[in-house]
């Protein structure tokens, strides 16, 4: 199993990836390109899992380099497990790279982080309802302080698959 943290630039994606592999990083650099991304392992069930941070990307249609390092690395890796880390406070502009992952067909697990932020700004984000919307595990994390992290792990095996027109018919659009 391989695990992909994938969202937005600025996102605590290298927060929780330390989180998960307790700063256990190897420093890679794709070919052909000057991108970096860290690639480190943890523990999950008691199996070695490899755990890729993946440079930002706001959409699966790529802008720069950064973003076509993402793309390619999700595209090779189509076995893996996404975590799509998603600024709270930005909820709306995470979803839509989520949703893309999503439609392709990827098992996602998704992690609200700066969970502390949004709380503090009084956000409220109904959790089990997106969980609902979405098919897919939505867990609050503050990757900075490890809030969270613990329930991100234990959710990874309960990602899986969904069909796109289960998402419309649970959220009323078809």
Not at 31 to 40: E, H, M, Q
Not at 122 to 138: A, E, Q, T, W, Y
Not at 147 to 174: Q, Y
Request: hydrophobic fraction near 40%; glycine fraction near 8%.
């Amino acid at each position: 199993m391989k695990i992909l943290l994938m969202g937005h630039p600025n996102v605590g994606k290298s927060v929780v990836f330390n989180r998960l592999t307790g700063a256990n990083v190897t420093e890679s650099n794709y070919p052909g390109t000057t991108v970096d991304y860290s690639k480190g392992y943890m523990r999950l069930e008691g199996e070695d899992v490899e755990v890729i941070d993946v440079p930002g990307t706001f959409s699966l249609e790529p802008k720069d380099k950064a973003e076509e390092v993402a793309v390619k690395m999700l595209e090779k890796n189509k076995k893996s497990a996404i975590i799509c880390v998603i600024d709270s406070v930005k909820l709306e502009r995470g979803l839509y790279l989520a949703l893309e992952i999503i439609e392709e067909g990827y098992p996602v697990v998704i992690a609200l982080n700066m969970w502390d932020i949004a709380q503090d700004k009084k956000i409220r984000i109904d959790i089990d309802k997106l969980s609902s919307i979405l098919g897919v595990p939505v867990v609050p994390t503050t990757a900075i302080s490890g809030e969270g992290i613990k329930e991100l792990v234990s959710t990874i095996r309960k990602a899986a698959p969904v069909e796109i027109g289960r998402i419309l018919k649970r959220s009323g659009v078809v």
